[in-house]
């Protein structure tokens, strides 16, 4: 970094702050105003923008010192202008900076918003999920199910396809890991989605939850036309512990063009049905 734009780390992540505020609403010359604390037609002292981390923080530096800095960051992919409408954000690694500074407060106003009694309050969370970072909205899923509050499955259930496809994959893991209706009812159109990366995380999610209301859309996935998904369904099918299931496995087993590791999970869930069903026998 140039002499004329070092800085203290602290004041770094505070930059990375105030950006994460305003993801992809403002463009660089628009954040450079911020930095500098200026008052413009569009950036009054009444604005939300006044309002947040970045403003003002580097107000005794020349406005062109400013613009450097924007521009260094941007060409060591700390920032990204997000194109077509050529707005900034964070990239992975300027996010995971600020993960421990961020993350736990977005959670407790999530939380906050879904205990309130408010009409509005899904779509309320639903905007604190999708105005933000997806590295940031990430690691939030993590933080909301390492504090096992279910009732985030409301939200996620109303999210679902509206967020990127990381996140979307990290709302099906969240399903496996807290269960419940709303989680059954997510994971069973996820299953179906057209994306195949999708389908195979909704079966492991499945096979977490272990709830034998997932048997049939399990049963359908054995015709997935990628072998990793059929190979995911085999395995959650053995997590039910349902042994209607071992005709459809010994169908699979006999055919002669099925891939080998969806053979191998083929077996291994037939041997975990039979030793079941062995059980059952035993008691009845």
């Known amino acids: 970094m140039d002499a004329n734009l070092e800085m203290e780390p602290d004041v770094l992540i505070r930059i990375f702050e105030g950006i994460n505020q305003v993801d992809k609403q403002v463009n660089a010359a628009q954040f450079a105003d911020i930095l500098k604390g200026s008052r413009t037609a569009w950036l009054t002292s009444d604005s939300y923008y006044a309002r947040t981390v970045g403003y003002g923080l580097l107000s005794n530096w020349p406005k062109k010192h400013i613009s450097d800095l924007i521009g260094y960051l941007l060409e060591n ?127 492991q999610a499945m096979g977490k939850m272990a709830d034998q209301a997932f048997y049939f859309a399990l049963i359908s996935a054995l015709e997935d036309p990628v072998a990793l998904v059929r190979e995911n369904a085999v395995l959650a099918l053995g997590k039910l512990k349902m042994v209607s299931a071992l005709k459809r496995l010994e169908l699979m087993i006999g055919n002669p063009v099925e891939e080998p590791q969806v053979l191998r999970a083929a077996r291994e869930t037939r041997s975990i049905l039979l030793r079941e069903k062995e059980q059952k026998e035993i008691y009845e």
């Open 77 to 203: 992919n700390l920032l990204i202008n997000d194109f077509p409408a050529d707005t900034l954000s964070l990239s992975e690694q300027a996010s995971g900076l600020i993960i421990p500074l961020v993350v736990p407060e977005l959670a407790d106003e999530v939380q906050a918003v879904l205990r309130s009694k408010s009409k509005d309050r899904i779509s309320r969370c639903l905007a604190l999920f999708q105005g933000k970072n997806p590295e940031i909205v990430v690691h939030l899923v993590r933080e909301l199910v390492q504090r096992r509050d279910t009732s985030i499955l409301l939200c996620f259930k109303a999210l679902q396809r509206r967020v990127p496809k990381k996140v979307y994959l990290q709302l099906i893991w969240a399903c496996g890991q807290l269960g419940g209706k709303d989680a059954v009812s997510l994971l069973s159109k996820a299953v179906q989605d057209r994306d195949s990366a999708i389908r195979v995380k909704a079966c």
